[in-house]
């Protein structure tokens, strides 16, 4: 599953971009579902895909980022349910998911993150 350059660029916090490509007719990449909040969607793919988001899958895409971002606390759960892990080695400090949720005041996603055991 790869991504388009629309669907980095929406899936960067561009809301009414996101919605208006959706809208014209875009697919939807798994990026996006992740970044929107469609558990539904992503866990239809987990389904036949149950590797994908853990740290072996070796994609290039950081999925958790995206909902942490975000406020999608459903997602984040999800994600983690899922096997995604909290601390990628390849994060800078300031750039790891309980960083970005710490920094956003996102209060609900740090305490789950910390409970998958996300450090700094």
């Known amino acids: 599953m790869r991504d388009t350059n629309k669907d980095r660029q929406a899936a960067e916090g561009c809301y009414l971009v996101t919605g208006i490509l959706l809208e014209a007719g875009m697919r939807q990449s798994l990026r996006v579902l992740v970044m929107l909040g469609d558990t539904h969607a992503v866990a239809r793919i987990a389904e036949d895909y149950p590797d994908l988001f853990k740290p072996a899958a070796n994609n290039d895409v950081k999925f958790l980022e995206l909902p942490v971002r975000h406020n999608r606390l459903k ?46």
């Open 75 to 120: 997602m984040v759960r999800l994600l983690l349910d899922l096997g995604a892990d909290p601390n990628s080695p390849d994060d800078e400090p300031w750039a790891t998911p309980l960083a970005w949720a710490e920094r956003r005041g996102h209060t609900e996603i740090v305490n789950l993150l910390k409970a998958y055991g996300a450090t700094f």
